[in-house]
């Protein structure tokens, strides 16, 4: 009797429990089981981390440009060159300044020094705030000056789009001579490195500024 009952459960195929967990796929299928993977969809639909994100959007940088300002004071067109920069401390605490001179018949040179701070709402976008001192003189062809000495706030955000392209926006008010509304945005092109070709547009009170620039971020 045993040893029928012996050979009875020898016979029997193993059990669910006792096999080995891993899923084999078909004879002859190019792909198996074990090399699925899956992940939450919120992994999956994950913003991808840019490249050299943090340096390109950093304050920390020195720009040359051209400028051509449609001054509404005097009826004007000034084409002008420029030059700014930053640097960043801790907490996105930084420092900006710049200058820009233009002339034609007339003269005009404006400096800004200001700080601020930037804070990283996601990878590849930033917001930023500043305060700035401004200081203008201006030279009339025939004869006078002027200068004027203000400050202007600016509240924005900065951007990159995919790998190379950056798109930066703002706001605020200007408080020089005249106060009022202002609004821009740039766009840069990150060609090579931390190297950038950016366009900008400026609406100043009532002046148009335009700008082509050279960006080196460092």
Known sequence: MLTTCAL????????????????????????SFEALTFEPLAVQG???VLEDSE????????????????ADL??????????????EFDQGF????GVSHFTDDNDLTRYDLG???SVPLEDGLKAFA????????????GGGSADEDGWRVDLGARTLLDERLELEARIGWVDVGDDGFLFGADLRYWFVGR????????????????????????
Do not use: C
């Open 46 to 48: 994950r913003k991808p």
């Open 74 to 87: 005097i009826d004007d067109d000034l084409p002008g060159l420029g030059l700014r920069g930053a640097w």
């Open 55 to 70: 340096p390109r959007l950093a304050w920390k940088f020195v720009e040359v440009n051209v400028q051509m300002r449609d």
């Open 94 to 97: 930084f420092l900006r300044a």
């Open 115 to 117: 700080f601020g701070q």
């Open 130 to 141: 500043s305060i700035s001192w401004v200081h203008v003189e201006f030279d009339r062809s």
């Open 195 to 218: 190297a950038a070709m950016g366009v900008g547009y400026e609406r100043e009170n009532d002046d148009d500024i335009l700008t082509l620039g050279l960006r080196y971020a460092f």
């Open 8 to 31: 009875f459960v020898a016979a029997l195929p193993p059990s669910p429990a006792a096999s080995s967990t891993a899923l084999a796929a078909p004879a002859g299928t190019p792909w």
